[in-house]
């Protein structure tokens, strides 16, 4: 996750200074374990997309 994360800054031209970089590494491998409950999450292969999101 460490190279993710200077590949993507250097993608963006957002430098990451040496005291965030730890807590940004870690921020992202939690993110990857939730994006990974999602898109684990099956759906049938009939759903539709809603045209308008209602909360």
Known sequence: ???F?????EVVSLPIPDEYREGVVANMERIHTVAQFVLEFPLPDNIE???VFEP
């Open 1 to 3: 996750m460490e190279n």
């Open 5 to 9: 994360v200077e590949m993507m800054s």
């Open 49 to 51: 997309a809603a045209p």
